[in-house]
């Protein structure tokens, strides 16, 4: 697995690859706008200039994208669901600016709704997203989720039932957070936890499908639907659990990316990446 982290876009995108080369990443997340907004400014000639000689200059190997916040594609027909389209398209033209190949995305919450009926909510908002950005590259990356409140996706049924529904599901992909998996019920603590679970992902979407990691030790409990991100090891995942993931050998080139707390400095990235770079066996 290749290793990163979640990095700030604050100053520009370079800046983002600025500090992914301070803590030694080799792939990073981004946000491509304000993540608690619906709508941004695209990224100027000048910073797609100043974010192309950076990713040059540098050795990172895969950047791509976390949707903002606020989008809920999975809710009742509302003002807000049609802010959430017309903000997930805009965040698709600013992911084709940056090259970034896709943008990992929350399933969404139904709201009340149900949950079929919201995941036929999520399929028919994604159809209206990959109509207008047909000219894109960009796929939309279904993050698996903890299950809090009326969240979807954390079963891979869900993100199965969106596959099934949507009409180009050549723009979808996949990526599993570790924290979210184990908060759902599914305990990726043991070598046949993870297997199950990748077995589960293979079976309903495909192997290929996964494009991403997010590597995250959970506060809570298995099954607790609570999402609360520790460092790696210092949670209930505990290092043994991270041991199998990243010596998955299925997925050695898959960019593994930490959402774990940290403070301005960036210290707790380099620690993290260090314990997961010296879980692997060489
Ligand atoms: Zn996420
Ligand atoms: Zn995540």
New binding site residues.
């Given amino acids: 697995m290749l290793f990163g982290a979640h990095c700030s876009t604050a100053g520009g995108p370079h800046k983002a690859l600025e500090k992914a080369t301070a803590i030694g990443a080799d792939i990073l997340q981004v946000f491509v706008k304000n993540n608690f907004q619906w709508f941004g400014k695209p990224p100027t000639p000048q910073a797609l200039a100043m974010y192309a000689n950076a990713l040059a200059a540098r050795n990172v190997h895969c950047v791509f994208g976390?949707t903002g916040y606020l989008i809920n594609l999975a809710a009742h027909a509302s003002p807000n669901r049609d802010r959430s389209i017309k903000s997930l398209i805009q965040e698709i033209e600013f992911a084709e600016a940056l090259g970034l190949p896709f943008l990992?995305m929350?399933p969404g919450a139904h709201l009340g709704l149900g949950e079929a009926a919201g995941l036929k909510q999520a399929a028919a908002g994604l159809d209206e997203v990959f109509a207008v950005t047909k000219q894109s590259s960009v796929r939309i990356a279904l993050?698996n989720t903890a299950g809090q409140g009326s969240c979807l996706g954390h079963r891979m049924a869900h993100l199965a039932a969106i596959y099934d529904k949507v009409r180009k599901p050549e723009r979808l992909g996949v990526c599993l957070?570790t924290a979210h998996l184990f908060a759902a019920g599914y305990d990726i603590r043991t070598p046949n936890g993870w297997n199950a679970a990748i077995r589960e992902v293979t079976s309903l979407v495909g192997l290929k499908q996964i494009l991403a990691f997010?590597l995250n030790d959970s506060k809570t409990d298995l099954g607790s639907r609570v999402d609360r991100h520790a460092h790696i090891g210092k949670g209930k995942i505990g290092l043994e659990g991270f041991r199998v993931i990243v010596n998955d050998a299925r997925f050695r080139k898959h960019p593994g990316c930490l959402e774990t707390p940290k403070g301005d400095d960036l210290k707790e990235d380099v620690m993290n990446l260090k314990v997961l770079r010296g879980l692997v066996r060489r």
Avoid: A, G, Q, S
Wanted: glycine content about 0%; overall charge negative; charged content about 35%.
């Fill in positions: 976390h990992v929350h993050e957070d997010h």
